[in-house]
Every structure is written in C-alpha cells, then in structure tokens.
C-alpha cells in the first residue's frame, strides 16, 4: 500500500480538509498525519522561523521519510522554505502544500495577489512565487495584504468573522491584480465565493496539492 505523510504546524480545520480530499483521489494509499501546533504559534510569536522550530520541522520529514512514503507534504507555508531544504537531502519528495497553487495562478498574469490571515505566511509566499516565476523566466509583481485578526478569529471558532475579514482585503486588491491566491490552506472554503465576489481567478491550495500528490503517486507506482 501506498503512503502519503502530511506534516502540520496547526491543529486546525485544514486536517479534515487534507484527508477528506486525499481519501477520495487516493482510496487506496494510506495517510499518514504528523501535527504539532506549537510550532505556527512560536513562528507568530517570533515574527520569523526560528531555528528551534527549523530543527523540530527537520525532525518530523525525518520521522516522515521512515514510512517510506511516495510523498510528504508540508501543510504550513509559513515553514515552506525548510520543505524545500528537506526535500534536497531526503530520499522522499517532500513538496510545500502551495507548490500547485501557485504554478496555476502564474497562468494568469504577472499581477499575483497574495491574502493571508498570517503575516508570517505572507515573504515566505511572496519569496516563493518570485523563485517559481523565475524558474519560468518571468519577472512578477506580487501584491499582498493580510486579513489582521482572521487567523485569531478563525483560532476563536468565529468563521463568520474570519470569512468577512478575508473578503474585505480581497475586494480591496481586486483591482490591482490577475488572479488571487489564498495563504492559507484553512482559506479554502472561500475559494468559490471570492470568485463570485472579485471576478478573478481565485486559488487555494489544498485541491490542487492534492491533485499534484496524486500525479506523483501514479507516476512513481
């Protein structure tokens, strides 16, 4: 049997989300989850990645790699760089959860806005579209604004709040940008709505995740 490992940094809804949408691509393949919350709330408190939390990532892909999965996914963007330094030593791909999102949303121009309910997540993101669009031989402009007090609203079991935040800053940027994307995994229930409401191509990233973990699992069977 098939094994994909998922890491995260947060005990929150994205869990569901990620096994719900694995389970129904990968019937067959056997998910593996590895979580730790304290490690998003010392990269908020410390503004940055700290190196304690650089190691204790390194640790977790470490353990991951042992279940010798086709695949392990990083569910955290604001942590995305240290996926990209494990997946240079390990023997296991390891591909950061917004890998896919935004390769699809540099389909759509060079204007790419970035709304996050983290500021952690937002240079950790803009850093990584520059890089992918370069790889494309593209000089982008990434334009980004993060939804304050939505990641605590959501944290508070307070959606409603959440979602209005999110839209608020989405509606201010419409105008300025070719497409949306969506920091944050937890995002993704709004992805239908903001299309509505912007008139933009609007991503998120755990459906294309999976799709991508999907195309590598039936590419290495």
């Known amino acids: 049997m098939d094994t994909v490992v998922v890491v995260y940094t947060s005990m929150g809804g994205l ?4 096994k719900k949408e694995l389970s129904a691509a990968l019937p067959d393949c056997r998910i593996v989850n590895i979580a730790d919350d304290s490690l998003i709330r010392e990269v908020v ?10 190691e204790r990532m390194m640790h977790y892909f470490q353990a991951a790699a ?7 996914i990083s569910a955290c963007s604001s942590v995305g760089e240290v996926a990209e330094a494990a997946d240079k030593i390990l023997s296991v791909p390891v591909i950061r959860i917004d890998r896919a ?33 370069a790889d494309m031989g ?7 604004r993060v939804a304050q007090g939505a990641y605590e609203a959501n944290s508070q079991g307070r959606p409603e709040l959440h979602d209005d935040l999110i839209r608020k800053e989405a509606e201010v940027m419409a105008g300025e940008v070719d497409v949306l994307i969506l ?39």
């Open 45 to 54: 408190e410390h503004g940055r990645v700290t190196d304690r939390v650089r």
């Open 66 to 72: 042992r279940w010798d999965p086709k695949v392990i």
């Open 138 to 144: 593209r000089n982008v402009q990434v334009i980004g």
């Open 183 to 221: 920091a944050q995994g937890s995002m993704a229930g709004m992805e239908a709505s903001l299309k509505k409401d912007t008139g933009l191509p609007v991503y998120a990233s755990p459906c294309l995740c999976v799709k991508e973990v999907q195309e590598i699992c039936e590419v290495n069977r």
């Open 101 to 133: 999102m935004i390769k699809k949303a540099l389909q759509h121009g060079d204007r790419i806005g970035v709304v996050a309910s983290l500021a952690t997540t937002m240079e950790p993101t803009a850093s990584y579209i520059r890089r992918l669009a």
């Open 15 to 18: 869990i569901n989300t990620m």
